[in-house]
């Protein structure tokens, strides 16, 4: 529940210009606003279980989107039933939607399935252990393609008629002159990022094979490791925990949230999550997490931006 200035979940992933909502939780909208985010640049949302912390707030953004003439398709993924609550809620208060709403549901013990793909970037979803069907999402760049040298074609004298075939791969020999190799002008391609959300969730060591290697991670850590019984018992994990999953899965960096209201500060979980994994962040509504290069003006990285926990 909200507590303490902490908004419900929700995560907004930013990527090339686009935005992708992970949990739409109460008051989505309105912090959206507050922290300057485009509901114009929506593409899709994912929700990860049917509890209303993470649910409440997709009618009301559904229908604003509505009012705002939206004509483009929006994709919404989530556990069955969510069309049931939808088709339920915006009838009971005479509301439609003038866009075509894609609803793809996930079975409660399906496994891991691409469940979106967009150009630039693959979407999985994978089980979590919950008290009710619940699904992480992991984000993932497609293979990046490697760059052009442009400049050292230009100064080996290559046409520049040829250069879109070196940046396809292909070797070209102009008339008259040696071949050129395309694997010579074209430099490392940067490692695709990703990017891994889990909530909510109780602990499962299992999970780090799904997560493995993720730029950024966010897990829930409702709660301190002294109420890890507590945790067991209603589906959520601890700060320590989720430090654990982090470290072992190797992750880059660590972002938690969904922080039981008996926390007034979250220097507990901080520490705790520290002192196993270093690089752990309470998170604070608004916060952004930037993932690959932000030196560069193009959005060439995943920009998880934590709007509200
Ligand atoms: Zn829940
Ligand atoms: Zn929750």
């Avoid at 940046?167 to 071949?179: E, I, N, R, S, Y």
């Avoid at 994990?237 to 190797?250: N, V, Y």
């Avoid at 520290?274 to 930037?290: K, L, M, N, T, V």
Wanted: charged share 25%.
């Amino acid at each position: 529940m909200p507590a303490f200035g902490r908004g419900l979940s929700a995560h907004a992933v930013v990527h090339w210009h686009r935005l992708m909502l992970v949990d739409c939780g109460e008051g989505t909208q309105m912090q959206m606003r507050r922290f300057d985010l485009k509901l114009k640049q929506l593409d899709a949302v994912f929700i990860t279980h049917l509890h209303g912390d993470h649910l409440f707030g997709l009618p009301g953004l559904l229908t604003t989107l509505s009012m705002n003439n939206r004509t483009e398709a929006l994709e919404l993924v989530a556990p069955v039933g969510v069309k049931d609550y939808l088709k339920r809620t915006l009838a009971a208060t005479d509301s439609f939607l003038r866009y075509e709403l894609k609803v793809r549901e996930i079975e409660a013990d399906a496994p891991p399935q691409t469940v979106y793909e967009n150009r630039s970037i693959t979407v999985t979803a994978f089980p979590l252990r919950h008290t009710v069907p619940c699904h992480g999402y992991l984000f993932r760049e497609k293979t990046k393609r490697p760059p052009f040298l442009y400049a050292k074609a230009v100064r080996d004298g290559i046409p520049v008629e040829y250069f879109q075939l070196i940046k396809q791969g292909v070797d070209v020999q102009p008339a008259g002159m040696d071949k050129f190799c395309a694997a010579d002008y074209l430099g490392a391609a940067e490692a695709p990022l990703s990017y891994a959300y889990c909530s909510d969730t109780r602990y499962f060591p299992e999970l780090v094979e799904t997560i493995e290697g993720v730029d950024l991670l966010y897990h829930e850590a409702t709660f301190l490791n002294d109420l890890a019984a507590r945790a067991e018992e209603t589906g959520h994990s601890t700060a320590a925990q989720a430090a654990t999953l982090a470290r072992d899965a190797r992750v880059g960096r660590l972002v938690m949230g969904h922080f039981s209201a008996r926390y007034s500060g979250l220097e507990g979980h901080r520490n705790e999550a520290c002192a196993i994994f270093p690089d752990s962040h309470p998170a604070r509504d608004g916060e952004i997490f930037s993932i690959g290069k932000t030196s560069t003006p193009k959005p060439d990285l995943i920009k998880a931006t934590i709007k509200v926990e």
